[in-house]
T-cell receptor, first 115, second 113 residues
């Protein structure tokens, strides 16, 4: 069984300040983990993925995430927020032997970026 | 460009009517999926298919039906049996391999009027 918990439903930051979106997971296997971003009324776009290689994963648009097995966490960070980062972000877990049908989504974190 | 196309973007349905949402992909992916998205609930899997002429129920299949007659196409029918059909519907596809990610369409917003 697997699950994912996004610890904040809403995060607000000022433009130019760091972003931290928190995600904890539970999995019976060594998991694969993803972060997706969704802009209003749009589909989901993959930001980055962890698949048991380097624990620090770099993604698009300056985002990165660190896999910490001891803490069962996969938090998403960005050094400096931009207005265009305002969107909803989903943390996703899957088992390594599964197909995408085994994706389990968190409930999402809405990121607000203010001037 | 390769991708997943969902149509229409917005759809209105009267209560008691069936409606079909279209999903087409030209990524040559074997697997296709339908998700439903409601505010504050993330994405929930409705149906998925890993091969033509075969599909499996996801977590919330009741009131929905699908077909997979072609590799490129995976239409979803929302039937009158679905008690609360108003939602944002997302189609996705992927290759069949460990650790693979899914690629998503732009979604269809269905509203029952």
């Amino acid at each position: 069984a697997q699950s994912v918990t996004q610890l904040d439903s809403h995060v607000s930051v000022s433009e130019g300040t760091p972003v931290l979106l928190r995600c904890n997971y539970s999995s019976s296997y060594s998991p694969s983990l993803f972060w997706y971003v969704q802009h209003p009324n749009k589909g989901l776009q993959l930001l980055l993925k962890y698949t048991s290689a380097a624990t620090l994963v770099k993604g698009i648009n300056g985002f990165e995430a660190e896999f910490k097995k001891s803490e069962t966490s996969f938090h998403l960070t960005k050094p400096s927020a931009h207005m265009s980062d305002a969107a909803e972000y989903f943390c996703v877990v899957t088992a390594p032997t599964g197909t995408a049908s085994k994706l389990t989504f968190g409930t999402g974190t809405r990121l607000q970026v203010t001037l | 460009d390769g991708g997943i196309t969902q149509s229409p973007k917005y759809l209105f349905r009267k209560e008691g009517q069936n409606v079909t949402l279209s999903c087409e992909q030209n990524l040559n992916h074997d697997a296709m999926y339908w998700y439903r998205q409601d505010p504050g609930q993330g994405l929930r899997l409705i149906y998925y298919s890993q091969i033509v002429n075969d599909f499996q129920k996801g977590d919330i299949a009741e009131g929905y039906s699908v077909s997979r007659e072609k590799k490129e196409s995976f239409p979803l029918t929302v039937t009158s049996a679905q008690k609360n059909p108003t939602a944002f519907y997302l189609c996705a596809s992927s290759i069949l391999r460990d650790t693979t990610e899914a690629f998503f369409g732009q979604g269809t917003r269905l509203t029952v009027v």
